[in-house]
């Protein structure tokens, strides 16, 4: 496939709007074009080692969870190891795309999947993302009301203010005199001079609503996951559980305060990586995540809240494998997809 071509269909499985705002997602290294892709390469951290493994299975594209590049970088020489994965990604043609919280916030990306690991159970994003749009143009609606008196007048002024649309008017009857309904549309910065306006006439103000106008939320697309088992679990078997969906012989547990390893668990609040952020606040008898700080385990624990944290990128590099399947079927097999054998968490018990 041409590239241009992969990273438009990677983009409609996993919109970049759905990204959080400070991340840095997106095609992050492009070799000259054209350029075609025939082995797509995954990976949850693209490091040197990585790399090297990346040039020997002839990839012409790195899909890395997280991005290599995202504190900006003021010069590309051999000396930082950041430095010299875009030098040996340039040197033998490889693009380089990280997708990282878009696929957080995907229904079907890594946080629907680590909620697999819990056994059966609903889930709903514990942060719904929002449309990348509003319904309507603007971000605000004016209403008022005027005599026939005012209304060319006033019409005429608001007209002439920039980023107004939607304008419109239809007959009203108010407190029984018969008078014109305006209604429309507008940006944050607009609304400042709609109002002002209207504020010159007293009546005028005085008859006004606005309203603010809010994206929609997307369904079942967010940041974190709160969880509903279907039956109650002991903590106990929940952490086997979790290690054997993840594959890990070893987990870091905090039993909340006045809980065991027998009590019940039937709420569970997950974020793959590092969830302290996402996570905090909700109630559950449950968090499951990477990462967490000690101050905010602390938190957790003494509202009675039982943590398990696995390491940050073992939460995430699971998901791998189901995203290589679903790749495959999307582009109808067309290119060869394989996830890197030596990337690993870099922790260890």
């Not at 957080?104 to 929002?130: E, F, R």
């Not at 007048?153 to 649309?165: A, R, T």
């Not at 014109?180 to 609503?209: D, F, G, I, P």
Request: hydrophobic share 40%; net charge negative.
């Amino acid at each position: 496939m041409d590239l241009k071509e992969l990273v438009s269909a990677l983009n409609d499985f996993a919109p970049l709007s759905l990204a959080e705002s400070w991340d840095n997602v997106g095609l992050l290294v492009e070799p000259s074009p054209p350029h075609t892709v025939n082995t797509l390469f995954l990976t949850n951290d693209l490091t040197e080692e990585v790399m090297e493994e990346a040039v020997q299975k002839k990839a012409d594209l790195i899909l890395s969870y997280h991005p290599p590049i995202f504190t900006p970088l003021k010069r590309v020489t051999w000396k930082t190891w950041k430095e010299r994965l875009v030098v040996r990604a340039l040197e033998h043609r490889i693009g380089i795309y990280s997708p990282h919280t878009a696929y957080d916030a995907i229904p079907h990306g890594v946080n629907n999947w680590l909620t697999k690991g819990l056994g059966a159970c609903t889930s709903v994003p514990l942060h719904p993302s929002t449309a990348p749009s509003y319904p309507a143009e603007g971000t605000h609606r004016v209403e008022f009301s005027t005599g026939t008196e005012h209304l060319d007048v006033v019409l005429s002024k608001i007209k002439d203010i920039q980023e107004i649309s939607c304008l419109t008017t239809f007959p009203a009857r108010v407190e029984g005199e018969e008078q014109t309904r305006v209604t429309l549309n507008c940006s944050q910065k607009a609304l400042l001079e709609v109002v002002a306006l209207l504020s010159q006439n007293s009546l005028l103000y005085h008859k006004t609503e606005i309203l603010l106008l809010q994206k929609p939320l997307l369904p079942h697309t967010g940041m974190g996951r709160l969880c509903t088992l279907s039956e109650p679990v002991s903590l106990s078997d929940i952490t086997e559980r979790i290690k054997g969906h993840l594959k890990l012989p070893h987990v870091r547990i905090a039993v909340g305060m006045g809980k065991t390893l027998e009590s019940p668990v039937k709420k569970a609040a997950l974020c793959a990586g590092s969830g302290s952020s996402v996570l905090k606040g909700t109630e559950a008898d449950l968090y499951l995540t990477g990462e967490m700080s000690h101050h905010d385990v602390l938190d957790a624990v003494a509202n009675g809240i039982s943590v398990i944290l696995c390491e940050h990128s073992n939460t995430e590099r699971g998901f791998l494998s189901e995203l290589r399947d679903t790749l495959a079927t999307q582009l109808q097999n067309k290119i060869n997809i394989i996830v890197s054998e030596r990337d690993r968490d870099p922790l260890q018990v």
